[in-house]
């Protein structure tokens, strides 16, 4: 299992743990029962889920990866709640000062689509990554008067420069595709349009030279006048069509002394 799928499973298992699911486990299939109060997350008193993609094509069990139904129904919830754990570093003298650690849900929409779980470790003091990964042991007696929050703010807007850091080839891949296909779909349309205006037109111009009924001709216009309208409405429906939606969403965090 790799390291995100690993961190999706970790903090799903918790997830279900910290709602009370009874959860057992068959061969790498969890049979996950919901409790009462949770069962409208779901639609369901019963999920079989598993983190193994070989497991999910031998089975009915659903599979828990970024951008599965489950694990957006989760975040969802996680979302609502604002959950903000504490924590100690295990794997650190405890002597740095303090850093957060974000989970992101990242998703990257366009005519192909991207999801990811990203951590990070922010320092809460200089606001910059940390550069190893503290393995954190939850604290809950964290002493919050030593923690300086008023660079929150700042601190999240360099977390997303840190992500964008990780995420923008993938951006620029699926924003150079939308766009290429909008300008080909565009173009094809302009054609199109062009065509029949012109030929609306040379029936005006027909009209004209055999000094036929001015209606006639008023009515050709007309014609004319809503295909470019049709063009116009037809072009902001094929940008919003190839248009690319970016989400980095904070669902939970994680303060700690490191």
Known sequence: MDEINSLIKNFVMEYFEKIGCNIKNSDGVYLVAIPVDYRQIFNSENLHVTFEPEVSKITSAELIIPGSIILQKILMNCKSKSPITTAFA??????????????????IMGNEKYFEVITLDMDLKTHEKINFEPELEIFEKLDFAQIDSSGISKLFFKS?????????????????KNNKLLDEMEKNLSLNNSKKIEDLQQICSNSQSNGEDLKNFDLM????????EQHENAKNLLKIKYGVIVNYDLFAATIFKY
């Open 90 to 107: 295990v794997n650190s003298d405890g002597n740095n000062g303090y850093a957060v650690r974000l989970f992101f849900d990242i998703s």
């Open 160 to 176: 997303i420069e840190e992500i964008r850091k990780i995420t923008n080839k993938i951006e620029e891949k699926i924003f150079q």
């Open 221 to 228: 216009m007309d014609k004319i006048k809503i295909l470019r």
